[in-house]
């Protein structure tokens, strides 16, 4: 599989997810393809903090989302279970070149998802963490930030 990131008008980027129902080895590739589309397209002056798997072309409730420290952090079927105090967000996307939006996003929201190991976490995000983790969810369900 090439990690190339899908850019619009492709209609993949236009599918929601499917859940995974089990983490096997073809699922913990398919993360380590996404880690890797990530990291070769993060440049200092275009910091990539956040991959949805349908990005690269695939059909899954992935991504990986980076820290403040620079972490990464994969997360399947991520959900974001809480959030609130609305904040305006200056926006751009990997796969929409040449776009900036402003869009109307919680500055606090805490998502729940699982390890590799299939292990159930929760992580309280601020800020512009916060605002990735709601662009990468609205990517696994087929929505852009042009919408």
């Not at 996404?34 to 991959?51: H, I, M, Q, S, T």
């Not at 279970?81 to 305006?88: A, C, E, L, V």
């Amino acid at each position: 599989m090439s990690s190339k990131i899908l850019q619009v008008p492709d209609k993949k980027l236009r599918v929601k997810c499917k859940e995974i129902q089990i983490i096997n080895k073809s699922v913990e590739k398919e993360a380590f393809d996404l880690l890797e589309a990530l990291k070769e397209f993060d440049r200092w002056y275009f910091p990539v903090n956040g991959l949805a798997a349908n990005q690269i072309g695939l059909n899954k409730r992935i991504v990986i989302f980076r820290t403040w420290s620079r972490q990464s952090i994969t997360m399947i079927n991520p959900e974001i279970i809480s959030s609130s105090i609305i904040f305006p967000s200056l926006e751009i996307c990997a796969s929409i070149p040449r776009t900036l939006r402003l869009k109307k996003r919680k500055l606090l929201t805490t998502v729940q998802y699982q390890d590799l190991q299939g292990k159930i976490k929760t992580l309280k995000l601020f800020w512009i963490s916060s605002f990735t983790m709601q662009q990468e969810i609205d990517h696994l369900n087929g929505k852009l930030i042009i919408d």
